[in-house]
Nanobody
């Protein structure tokens, strides 16, 4: 059973930056793609970014492209989300997720493709 623990959330002014981290337990991390999702109050969960198991390819949602960057360190069993130029509409609970497939070649972007989820970390961007 993989456990995912997010950290790094908080309150920041618009235009500021935050770096989220997601630490994973278990041996499957280095063989699994990873993703970040977020959920704003009253809205459905949405995809933010994902990265392949080797870290050689990544994909970001249009809403965050050019501002957010996903990365991973397999030696540390950790995936990161660097968030720059934050906007109030980036406010929400951010979740990391582990792909349910072993060494997937493509990048998963749908929630149903992910098998394990963290508890989430709150990000609040004030205007």
């Amino acid at each position: 059973q993989v456990q995912l623990v997010e950290s790094g959330g908080g309150l920041v002014q618009a235009g500021g930056s935050l770096r989220l981290s997601c630490a994973a337990s278990g041996r499957t991390f280095s063989s699994s793609a990873m993703g970040w999702f977020r959920q704003a109050p009253g809205k459905e969960r949405e995809f933010v970014a994902a990265i392949t198991w080797r870290g050689d390819n990544r994909y970001h949602a249009d809403s965050v492209k050019g501002r957010f960057t996903i990365s991973r360190d397999n030696a540390k069993n950790t995936v990161y989300l660097q968030m720059n130029s934050l906007k109030p509409e980036d406010t929400g609970v951010y979740y990391c997720a582990l792909d349910g497939s072993y060494r997937r070649i493509t990048i998963p972007t749908m929630g149903r493709e992910f098998a394990s989820w963290g508890q989430g970390t709150q990000v609040t961007v004030s205007s």
